[in-house]
Nanobody, 120 residues
Framework: QVQLVESGGGSVQSGGSLRLSCSVF????????MAWFRQAPGKGREGVVFIKSDGAITYADSVKGRFTISQDDARNTLYLQMNSLKPEDTAMYYC??????????????WGQGTQVTVSS
């Protein structure tokens, strides 16, 4: 059974930093698609960053230069380092995965989400 468990969310002031973690069970991080999504109240889901099994990384324009994805294969954990946070980054953040890169925008496996709130 695949489980993705996010942690690390919280409340910070604008300009602050947070590091989100996604612990993965029953699945390997080397599978083709790992991703972070977010959804703000009243808005649609947004892909924040995608990492492919070959190491290729794609960031949303809104987070380029501020967010960094990384993974620890030994711990089977995915991370999202978020710096220079802005109020518009406020959202529920989800870790997601799919064994097929072509389905990465609508991945099969999802975590329960962790809330990030940035105050001005």
């Amino acid at each position: 059974q695949v489980q993705l468990v996010e942690s690390g969310g919280g409340s910070v002031q604008s300009g602050g930093s947070l590091r989100l973690s996604c612990s993965v069970f029953g699945y390997t991080l080397s599978s083709d698609c790992m991703a972070w999504f977010r959804q703000a109240p009243g808005k649609g889901r947004e892909g924040v960053v995608f990492i492919k099994s070959d190491g290729a990384i794609t960031y949303a324009d809104s987070v380029k230069g501020r967010f960094t994805i990384s993974q620890d294969d030994a711990r089977n954990t995915l991370y999202l380092q978020m710096n220079s946070l802005k109020p518009e980054d406020t959202a529920m953040y989800y870790c997601a995965a799919d064994p097929n890169w072509n389905r990465c925008m609508q991945p099969r496996y999802w975590g329960q989400g962790t809330q990030v709130t940035v105050s001005s």
